[in-house]
């Protein structure tokens, strides 16, 4: 047996990073959500926090939900703690989360769709706008036209960020990413008719501009709250002894 020195720190992190804002489609960790990481020999104590304290409540428990569910992936964290900070549902969500309660479990009648639904609704934004980024790299820099939109397949794409997030995000909501698949779809994979592309294409981008203006008055919103005393960057500790299970072992 040999033991590998890995940094618990660096585990936590990268798993709070698959964590999504799932209106803003970034990562709770470069939003600058996650307030603080603790570790210590019992386990991980995780505090979020978020630009207002009115903040949709179904958004702030999703969010929290999933930071528990990617934290219990740590291989060897014992027990995960979540706790929501300065919002007006905090109590209630950190109660739920506390209980493993559930969303319909936390908020009872006031849970209008279940977090499936929640998170589809989203993940299918998210979806347009990466593809809306797609097309118009091809519009720029390869002499497409709208006109040939329609026409446009997965394998016509260049490698790189762009393409990789489009596939990501087909992948969430269950589309295809073969080679061939084409390109501009609706949030079920079919084509989108050539009559429809101008349309749908400036509905696209409405959808992407909208995302990339609320993370960006996002952004404001969290420094301005908290601008006062607090640095927005994580505060992590880890007073997790040698025999706490930090170390991992590899046959």
Not at 95 to 123: K, M, N, P, W
Not at 155 to 180: D, V
């Amino acid at each position: 047996m040999t033991l590998l020195a890995t940094s618990l720190e660096s585990e936590v992190m990268a798993e709070l990073s698959t964590v999504l804002d799932p209106e803003l489609d970034e990562p709770i960790t470069d939003l600058g959500f996650v307030r603080s990481v603790a570790i210590d020999d019992t386990g991980v104590t995780v505090h979020v926090r978020l630009p207002t304290s009115f903040c949709s409540p179904n958004f702030a428990y999703l969010m929290t939900s999933d930071a528990v569910d990617a934290l219990r992936r740590v291989e060897d964290i014992g027990q995960v703690r979540v706790f929501l900070d300065d919002h007006h549902d905090s109590d209630k969500i950190n109660a739920g989360l506390a209980a493993d309660a559930g969303y319909r479990g936390t908020f009872g009648v006031e849970a209008e769709d279940s977090l499936d639904e929640l998170r589809l609704i989203f993940q299918r934004k998210a979806h347009t706008a990466a593809m809306e980024r797609c097309i118009e790299d091809r519009l720029k820099h390869s002499g497409l036209t709208v006109a040939d939109i329609y026409r446009l397949r997965l394998n016509n794409l260049p490698g790189g960020r762009l393409k990789e997030a489009l596939l990501r995000r087909r992948t969430a909501i269950g589309l295809g990413i073969g080679p061939h698949a084409r390109v501009f779809v609706d949030e079920h994979g079919e084509p989108v008719p050539p009559d429809e592309v101008p349309l749908r294409l400036r509905f696209a981008k409405a959808v992407r501009i909208s995302i990339e203006g609320n993370s960006h008055f996002c952004r404001g919103l969290l420094a301005t709250r908290y601008e006062e005393g607090e640095d927005l960057a994580t505060r992590i500790t880890n007073t997790r002894s040698s025999s706490g299970g930090s170390a991992r072992r590899a046959s």
